[in-house]
């Protein structure tokens, strides 16, 4: 059993900032693969950054250079950093987890608004 849990979802204005943090219960955290996902209204949920246990890296071309992942082991937590938001950033943001075998976990999601 896992569960996911997500925070620092927000208004921001367009060329603002916000960091989300997804903290997860399992006992073992750092052989996974972390991901955030997101989707936005009309549209299909989409992978925007993912970290693997040995901390390498992948971004979606469309926020690549203003986003960030990172990890932190002891905390069991993944963190999203989303600079330079744009009002197109606008979705609900899922925290992803996924083990060596078995099926994925998600958070319930958190909803980033980036307008004027």
């Known amino acids: 059993q896992v569960q996911l849990v997500e925070s620092g979802g927000g208004l921001v204005q367009p060329g603002g900032s916000l960091r989300l943090s997804c903290a997860a219960s399992?006992?073992?955290?750092?052989?996974?693969?972390m991901g955030w996902y997101r989707q936005a209204p009309g549209k299909q949920r989409e992978l925007v950054a993912t970290i693997t246990s040995g901390g390498s890296t992948n971004f979606a071309d469309s926020v690549k250079g203003r986003f960030t992942i990172s990890r932190d082991n002891a905390k069991k937590t993944v963190y999203l950093q989303m600079n330079s938001l744009k009002p197109e950033d606008t979705a609900v943001y899922y925290c992803?987890?996924?083990?060596?075998?078995?099926?994925?976990?998600w958070g319930q999601g958190t909803q980033v608004t980036v307008s004027s």
């Open positions: 399992t006992i073992i955290f750092s052989i996974y693969t």
């Open positions: 992803n987890l996924r083990p060596p075998a078995g099926r994925d976990s």
